[in-house]
């Protein structure tokens, strides 16, 4: 960021009443792979800075606008979100839309087989991002205002279009088993359908954890948040026990039990007992929509890379798993 945008922002946090007009210092924050987040300081206190990337984007991609809207309307529910502070759409300040957050102090859990902790550690965090997951699900969105926020019905049908259209629209190449994904899904939708408000990219490594209890204290990165059937959400966290740690955030092939770990049948038993929802037969389904899903994001994060404007430093990388991962997805459709 240049020492214009810098000064820039100084001035927008002066005018909105969020600072003094004291100088401000940023610091970019690692791990996102779609849109650039720093730390500002001003006078011993702090705050967080989400903008969009500069350069051509995807349709549809980095909606910090979506973002800001649905953090907002969490802050009166029982789902931990950051304080929402600003939102600015002027583009003459740091070249691209942003808004700003509190910052939440907290332990971000990348190693979804958290090294380090006892084996009761391990089954408290597991229960804990159960529990607000759960809780997420609940939630009356319509009560919030976010009837507007997507579409209800066919919400499978719509993403696996949407995905589909958007890795056709890129100029890398698409892995073979994403292509297969993009003709089995569509005739594979089930018929059964909720609607509930989705986070759209739950993970371990998106929850921020008190920095010494096992309790989420922010549920951050809502970029793909939208209206949709729960079993979506919950199906994309599941993907972890079907990607090894080699190649992505996952836990396949570790020992679960000797870790604490729940093993996924366990863990969606007790999503089952918090919401009252069944798990369908066609269990396998939902995971297959969920890794073309993630390999599209991944191929996406490839076309960023390959066009210079991606956010973080191993985007190229990064890219390169959207094959492997549609490879486990397909894995997945071939077991119905």
């Given amino acids: 960021m240049t020492g214009d945008q810098v000064e820039s922002l100084r001035q927008y946090l002066a005018a909105q009443g969020l600072t003094g007009g004291e100088a401000v210092t940023l610091r970019p924050l690692s791990g996102g792979q779609s849109n650039p987040t720093f730390v500002v300081n001003t006078a011993g206190e702090r705050m967080v800075l989400r903008k969009k990337p500069a350069g051509t984007l995807l349709a ?38 942003f808004y700003l957050m509190e910052f939440v102090d907290g332990r971000v859990l990348v190693d979804q087989s958290l090294p380090g902790m006892e084996p009761r550690q391990r089954a408290q965090t597991y229960e804990e991002m159960c529990r607000v997951l759960a809780a997420l699900h ?10 507007t926020f ?26 073979p088993s994403m292509r297969r994904l993009m003709e089995w899904l569509p005739d594979h939708i089930p018929q059964r359908e909720e609607t509930t408000l989705l986070h759209g990219d739950y993970r371990l490594d998106n929850l921020l954890f008190h920095p010494s209890e096992p309790r989420v204290t922010a549920v951050l990165d809502w970029e ?17 026990w079907h990607i090894p740690a080699s190649l992505w955030r996952g836990v396949a092939g570790v020992d679960l039990a000797g870790l604490g770990i729940p093993s996924e049948a366990d863990y969606l038993l007790r999503y089952s007992e918090a919401t009252g929802r069944a798990i369908p037969e066609n269990w396998n389904f939902y995971l297959a929509f969920n890794l073309f899903r993630m390999a599209a994001i991944l191929h996406g994060i490839g076309e960023r890379a390959a066009a210079g404007n991606a956010a973080a430093s191993n985007a190229v990388e990064t890219g390169r798993k959207a094959g492997p991962i549609a490879d486990i997805g397909w894995a997945c459709a071939s077991r119905l």
């Fill in 60 to 97: 549809s991609a980095h909606a910090i606008d979506r973002e800001y809207r649905v953090m907002g309307a969490l802050q009166r529910t029982g789902v931990p979100v950051p304080g929402m502070l600003a939102y600015c759409d002027d583009s003459n300040i740091l070249g691209t839309p």
């Fill in 138 to 147: 609940q939630v009356d969105w319509r009560a919030l205002g976010l009837e």
């Fill in 150 to 175: 997507g579409k209800t019905g066919n919400y499978f049908q719509r993403q696996t279009a949407r995905w589909s259209r958007q890795c056709e629209s890129s100029t890398l190449p698409m892995p």
């Fill in 224 to 240: 793909l948040s939208t209206l949709g059937d729960p079993l979506a959400d919950l199906s994309y966290q599941c993907m972890a």
